[in-house]
């Protein structure tokens, strides 16, 4: 089965705190994972993809398949980072699958 | 970058009637888009796929005579959600890929319906 899970609705952190939003997938093949951040009134748009390797906004992501995860990372929050952020993974049919969605909110 | 537009962003309708969505690509073309559902601060459900000049694909449980997918052009796909109930209240939001290697897609800003 393919499957994008964020065990976490919501990350509360203060201001310059290291955040890790956490994704696992279930996929059978080789996946292509993404990171895609919706801030408040706007519309989703891609944050990060794992074959780019790069850093975006100070985040960066990593695929570790033996763990099946894809975890998000910044080491220093800032308020403007506050967003809902969805982990998705691109099946071979073209499809975009998403998590459940993680509300980041970074307090001063 | 690609620039994918909703129309309309916002629309109330009463029980019963129907609504169509536009989703549009600006300036690139695009042969398949898919539509979205999306609850408050929850994920995005996939509806269908949308595929220019042919039938749209619907995902498991997605009532195809209820939500009526066209795609005339390679630049438009609509959705019309028919004989509208309250349950149907929702953002649907539509995407499309301009590079078919890869699977970043862009989205519309969605359209929220309400009904009545």
């Known amino acids: 089965a393919q499957r994008v899970t964020q065990p976490e609705k919501l990350l509360s952190v203060f201001k310059g705190a290291p955040v890790e939003l956490k994704c696992n997938y279930s996929y059978s093949g080789s996946p292509e994972l993404f990171w895609y951040v919706q801030y408040s009134r706007q519309r989703l748009q891609l944050l990060l993809r794992?074959?780019s390797r790069e850093s975006i906004k100070g985040f960066t992501a990593d695929l570790n398949k033996g763990e099946t995860s894809f975890h998000l990372k910044k080491p220093f929050a800032q308020e403007e980072d506050s967003a809902m952020y969805y982990c998705?993974?691109?099946?071979?049919?073209?499809?975009?699958?998403f998590g459940q969605g993680t509300e980041l909110s970074v307090k001063p | 970058g690609a620039v994918v537009s909703q129309h309309p962003s916002r629309v109330i309708c009463k029980s019963g009637t129907s609504v169509k969505i536009e989703c549009r690509s600006l300036d690139f073309q695009a042969t398949t888009m898919f539509w979205y559902r999306q609850f408050p601060k929850q994920s995005l459900m996939l509806m269908a796929t949308?595929?220019?000049?042919?039938?749209?694909?619907?995902e498991q449980g997605v009532e195809k005579d209820k939500f009526l997918i066209n795609h005339a052009s390679l630049t438009l796909s609509t959705l019309t959600v028919t004989s509208a109930h309250p349950e149907d209240s929702s953002f649907y939001i539509c995407?499309?890929?301009?590079?078919?290697?890869?699977?970043?897609?862009?989205f519309g800003e969605g359209s929220r319906l309400t009904v009545l």
């Open positions: 949308s595929n220019e000049g042919s039938k749209a694909t619907y």
């Open positions: 794992h074959i």
């Open positions: 995407s499309a890929r301009v590079d078919p290697n890869t699977g970043e897609l862009f």
């Open positions: 998705a993974l691109s099946n071979q049919g073209g499809k975009l699958i």
